[in-house]
């Protein structure tokens, strides 16, 4: 059974941005986080846990930016989590 046509993305520019978002902007927030997580708990337990949940954590980003209305919504949460993780790794 096809998909039905309203639910899709009609601009290719807009699915590209979503693409995009999902993979590039998801994979940064997903390292940001284990390297804020390397702050607080040992490296060698981060990169552990990193390797093992961290490609389903991105690939759950991945779909969550697919489930934005627009594409520009993902990129701004995206980015806005990437820099507050980034904060603490990079003051320390």
Known sequence: MPANK???TSSPWQRWMKITAGF???YAVM???FLMLTCFFEKKN????GAVIGYVV???LLLFAFLAKS???PWVIYLLLT???LLPYLLK
Not at 46 to 49: A, L, W
Request: glycine residues 10%.
């Open 24 to 26: 590039f902007g998801g």
């Open 46 to 49: 981060v990169i552990i846990t």
């Open 31 to 33: 390292i940001s986080f």
């Open 71 to 73: 594409w520009w919504k």
């Open 58 to 60: 991105w690939a759950l």
């Open 83 to 85: 820099l507050s993780f």
């Open 6 to 8: 309203k639910y899709l």
